[in-house]
């Protein structure tokens, strides 16, 4: 088949098959994947992919057919308002309200339909979603997967493809790299890429024993140590309770929150109750601060992690492929898919 799109999920690497129907993605460093086969009347195909360094592997699909199901849909002005009505609440929650998500735009909108069930809005999309982001230079293609939102309540997951953007000049291009990078800082996957350095910084493996350095403890809460050069201060509530009470909150100090997985390029994180992270070197958005009840002032970025399961597994550049397993809180949860990097993104 000819033209079918095959892409490594929240990543740039993908392609599309040729004339006989062969492909060909090269240079993809270690990690756990999920590749994502599409092409518009078939069935959508998601396959596990475990990439090794310096590994060949050829991977062959079947795909099946599925008519596009086109019911009868009747227009009228009180329809259509609603419509829109709902698009607003699913471009403010999707998107996000930040500097970076208004300034994204989905460009086939006529794709997605809104239903309310049990007082909640959900949303589907029969084609991927063409989204682009003039702030971080981006072109987003989403499979959205999931969509609900009510008033206590959000949750969308879906698999995404960027494709960089086409500067015009050099200062727009400038602009995006400075853009990209405070994006990034501070964000969940800046955390747990911090966590992997500070792993090593801590340990030492030697046929597969994992050894505490002897000088640990005159890096931990200094300047080398990674938390503090990259500026994030962590705290524990290890009573899992979900008020904003910084009391119960105690600052980390020889606790071990990351191990060693099955491949050295493979962590484990764990943890008992709730995490705090605050991020010292970036200010909240006034646009959070100004709706948000527990601030008064912009200041340090500050958000929550809670663990769905014992052990959540992410890579050394802080990628992880299970949606659902961090629940994130606070100042990380706002920013939506308009602030999203794709996972090979790395700052200079």
Not at 30 to 43: A, T
Not at 136 to 142: F, Q
Request: one cysteine or more; charged letters at 30%.
């Amino acid at each position: 088949m000819v033209g079918v799109n095959i892409f490594f999920s929240k990543t740039t690497w993908g392609t599309t098959t040729d004339n006989n129907g062969f492909y060909s993605i090269k240079n993809i460093p270690y990690g756990k994947y999920e590749m994502i086969i599409s092409m518009i009347g078939y069935e959508l195909i998601k396959q596990d992919a475990i990439v090794f360094d310096d590994e060949r592997i050829s991977m062959n699909f079947r795909l099946i057919p599925e008519p596009i199901q086109m019911n009868e849909v009747i227009v009228t002005a009180k329809s259509n308002k609603r419509w829109k009505k709902n698009l607003a609440i699913f471009d403010r929650v999707f998107l996000g309200e930040s500097k970076n998500g208004r300034a994204c735009k989905i460009l086939n909108e006529y794709v997605l339909s809104f239903q309310i069930k049990g007082g909640a809005l959900q949303a589907t999309a029969s084609q991927p979603l063409e989204i682009e982001n003039s702030s971080l230079g981006y072109r987003i293609k989403y499979y959205l997967d999931e969509f609900t939102v009510d008033n206590s309540y959000i949750r969308y997951s879906g698999d995404s493809f960027f494709v960089k953007m086409e500067s015009k000049s050099e200062r727009q291009k400038r602009k995006w790299e400075k853009n990209r990078k405070v994006a990034y800082k501070g964000s969940l996957r800046h955390l747990l890429t911090t966590l992997g350095d500070r792993f090593n910084a801590r340990f030492n493996i030697q046929d597969d024993e994992v050894n505490q350095k002897w000088n640990w403890s005159m890096i931990a809460g200094r300047r080398k140590d990674p938390l503090i050069k990259e500026g994030f201060d962590i705290f524990i509530n290890p009573s899992f309770d979900r008020n904003y009470d910084r009391t119960r909150f105690r600052p980390i100090k020889m606790d071990t929150l990351v191990f060693q997985g099955s491949h050295p390029e493979n962590l484990l994180l764990s943890f008992t109750g709730k995490m705090l992270f605050r991020y010292r070197y970036e200010s909240e958005e006034l646009n959070y601060t100004m709706n948000n009840r527990f601030r008064t002032q912009p200041h340090e970025q500050t958000s929550f992690i809670l663990l769905k399961k014992g052990v959540v597994s992410f890579d050394r550049k802080g990628r992880y492929f299970d949606p659902f397993m961090i629940e994130q809180q606070g100042y990380s949860a706002w920013e939506r898919v308009g602030d999203q990097l794709p996972f090979d993104y790395e700052p200079e």
